[in-house]
């Protein structure tokens, strides 16, 4: 009997070794916590459509375990709704439809198709796609039928034409319509022949206004019977308004100028066209004759009189011609002087000829004695010349007419020596001398006063105000102002940006400017320090990062923004509900086709033990049955 027992034992190990977990789903197994067989509580909990968890929960001690069961379905699967696990209550996906295809309905407008699964499924959309033309109607492009009307012909309102006809043209297609050949006017010359070129004329159809043109034969010239001429040749001229021939070379009898004899009054005269050409023959300016005409200037005291040659032939003067010639006759003239008169350098005296002013004479005044207070007296011209007699500027004499500079600050009382003959002042003389008299003044200071480099003061003296005394301001105590002449010598000033006055060191201004980030303090507009705080709202760089769905094989992501400046995570767009990196991590799927797992993935070994906890749990069972029975 026992051997029976044990052999039950075997099978029932081997059998619980290799069968799946859904075979056990009682409310009696053995608890890995408390170490025995227990009551538990079972639930189930959908996994996808091959397999449920069964969550094993121990009612003494709390203790939790858990493993994949395939589920037990019922009911049959459509194409819309799936099967039901009698168990976890999930359900399967549905088949989805099987389409057939697309067939045109009667009312050549829709198609339809059919489930092959269930046919009461159906699905009708219109027809779409293709074009239609004037003539042909739109094919679908889903069920290939045609569908819609024909768009018809559209033919413009105006002509269409060719070199023959006109018509009315189809705006889609090539069809014509009131196709009738042209209907010419009478035409009109567009371009009036001449007399080496066709012309043209234009006519128009009255219907459709279309144009054909056809050329006019040249006329031909009509020469005149005159001549026409310029300075070497001669022609004749058409008489035709609209001829074109414009180079004189091209004209009937075009030839140069020919016969005639020229003289040195006369051109040669063609004898064809009569018309004068070429050039005159040149002047003999060989004759000499002495006549008022020819005169060029009369006799002087110093040259004869002078005259143009004239023409041998016409008597022309050769005056102002390229071959002007002259020649002498008569006799030279004397001068006739006037009287000495003395020039305006009072050294000199100049007589006039009376018949050419331009002749004159000019000597040195002399004669008479000069002394220091006149000049002497020419005895020709009577003028006084040359200098005066040098003064003797020896006298001494402190008089007020010989005063130069009164007595200054600095200096005695300046006088001019004076003549010794005459008591003429030097002053302003080439022997100027003067001697000094008196006493020397003291200095009258007036106030100082700032100059304009605004760094030095000056005194003036109020009785000379060319003595003056400038000295540097100074500013000791350090309050902007000189310490002499009280003059503000500057302002507070902060160039080196320290937000302290540069010369005094008093405190100017605090720091301002700039806005902190989530990065960087604000930084002072004014020395570019940074100062103050950070500010964790204000954001450098706040990219935006969408939100990304898990696959099988990567993980996805949440919407979230990241900065660059804090590095930080945040849930919304203006940076303010800050997260972790790990929360923006969505998990991976799971994969379907894998067996299912405890919750420990990574242990087999866990399966094996559970299977065997199983099968000692149903063992005990039997032998604790066995007793009980044994025991009645």
Same mark, same amino acid.
């Given at each position: 009997m ?10 029932l190990c ?11 789903a ?11 067989i227990?009551?538990v509580?079972?639930t ?7 397999w ?8 003494v001690?709390n203790?939790?375990w858990?493993y994949?069961?395939?589920?037990k ?12 696990c ?5 359900s ?16 050549e ?28 109607r ?22 269409t034409?060719?070199?023959?006809e006109h018509w009315?043209?189809?705006s ?28 043209e004329?234009?006519?128009?159809c009255?219907?459709?206004?279309a ?9 031909g010239?009509?020469?005149?019977s005159?001549w026409?001429s ?9 008489a ?17 100028h ?24 040149p002047?003999?300016?060989t004759?000499?004759?002495?006549d ?19 023409c041998?032939? *016409?008597? /022309?003067?050769?005056?102002? !011609?390229?071959? #002007?010639? &002259?020649?002498? @006759?008569? =006799? +030279? $003239? %004397?001068?006739d ?17 009376k ?13 008479g ?6 000049k002497?007296?020419?005895?020709v ?29 600095t ?6 020596k004076?003549?010794?003959? *005459?008591? /003429?002042?030097?002053?302003? !003389?080439?022997? #100027?001398? &003067?001697?000094? @008299?008196? =006493? +020397? $003044? %003291? ?8 100059n ?36 503000i ?14 010369y ?5 201004t ?15 507009e ?11 709202k204000n954001h ?31 849930s ?16 991976k ?8 797992q ?31 029975k044994y025991?009645?």
């Amino acid at each position: 009997m026992n051997k029976k027992i044990l052999s039950v034992v075997l099978i029932l190990c081997v059998m619980l070794a290799v069968m799946p977990m859904t075979a056990y789903a009682a409310d009696i197994a053995f608890c890995s916590k408390c170490n025995r067989i227990q009551t538990v509580r079972l639930t189930y909990q959908y996994s996808n459509d091959e397999w449920h968890i069964c969550n094993v929960t121990c009612t003494v001690c709390n203790n939790i375990w858990f493993y994949g069961m395939s589920h037990k379905w019922s009911g049959t699967a459509t194409c819309t709704s799936g099967r039901t696990c009698t168990e976890c209550g999930g359900s399967s996906e549905p088949l989805g439809h099987d389409w057939g295809t697309w067939t045109q309905n009667s009312d050549e407008k829709t198609h339809t198709r059919i489930c092959k699964r269930d046919t009461s499924h159906t699905e009708t959309e219109n027809c779409h796609g293709g074009t239609a033309t004037c003539t042909q109607r739109a094919t679908c492009t889903v069920c290939g039928a045609e569908y819609g009307d024909a768009l018809g012909h559209d033919f413009t309102t105006s002509w269409t034409h060719d070199d023959n006809e006109h018509w009315k043209q189809c705006s889609r297609c090539d069809a014509k319509d009131d196709v009738s050949p042209h209907t010419w006017d009478s035409g009109t010359v567009t371009t009036a022949p001449t007399c080496t070129k066709a012309g043209e004329e234009t006519y128009s159809c009255t219907e459709c206004g279309a144009t054909k043109t056809e050329p006019i034969d040249a006329t031909g010239h009509s020469w005149k019977s005159d001549w026409t001429s310029d300075a070497t040749h001669h022609w004749h001229e058409c008489a035709n308004e609209n001829c074109d021939v414009t180079d004189n070379a091209g004209k009937k009898g075009y030839a140069e100028h020919s016969g005639g004899k020229a003289t040195c009054t006369q051109n040669a005269v063609c004898e064809f066209c009569k018309a004068e050409y070429g050039e005159k023959l040149p002047h003999d300016f060989t004759a000499e004759t002495v006549d008022a005409k020819y005169l060029k200037s009369a006799a002087t005291c110093t040259e004869k009189a002078v005259y143009y040659k004239s023409c041998a032939v *016409c008597g /022309l003067s050769s005056e102002g !011609t390229a071959d #002007e010639a &002259t020649f002498f @006759s008569g =006799n +030279v $003239l %004397d001068h006739d002087w006037g009287a000495w008169t003395q020039n305006s350098d009072e050294k000199t005296h100049t007589r006039i000829c009376k018949r050419d002013t331009s002749h004159t004479e000019t000597e040195n005044c002399h004669g008479g004695t000069a002394t220091c207070t006149a000049k002497a007296v020419c005895t020709v011209c009577g003028g006084e010349y040359g200098e005066m007699a040098a003064h003797s500027f020896t006298a001494e004499k402190a008089e007020t007419q010989y005063l130069k500079s009164a007595a200054t600050c600095t200096q005695k009382a300046v006088y001019y020596k004076s003549c010794a003959v *005459c008591g /003429l002042s030097s002053e302003g !003389t080439a022997d #100027e001398a &003067t001697f000094f @008299s008196g =006493n +020397v $003044l %003291d200095h009258d200071w007036g106030a100082w006063t700032q100059n304009s480099d605004e760094k030095t003061h000056t005194r003036i003296c109020k009785r000379d105000t060319s003595h003056t005394e400038t000295e540097n301001c100074i500013d000791a105590n350090k309050d902007h102002k000189c310490d002499i002449c009280d003059y503000i010598i500057s302002e507070c000033a902060d160039d080196n940006k320290d937000h302290k006055c540069d010369y005094c060191g008093k405190k100017l201004t605090e720091h301002t400017g700039g806005k902190a980030t989530c990065k960087d303090k604000a930084k002072c507009e004014v020395c570019g320090a940074e100062y103050g705080e950070l500010d964790a709202k204000n954001h450098t760089d706040l990219k935006h990062f969408p939100a990304t769905a898990a696959t099988k094989t990567t993980e996805g992501n949440i919407e979230y923004w990241y900065c660059e400046g804090c590095g930080k995570y945040y849930s919304d767009k203006d940076g303010t509900k800050e997260i972790k990196k790990a929360d923006t991590v969505t998990a991976k799927l799971k994969d379907d086709s894998k067996s299912p797992q405890t919750g420990d993935t990574s242990n087999l070994a866990l399966w094996i033990a559970l299977l065997f906890v199983s099968g000692g749990a149903a063992i005990g069972t039997t032998v604790v049955s066995r007793k009980k029975k044994y025991n009645r």
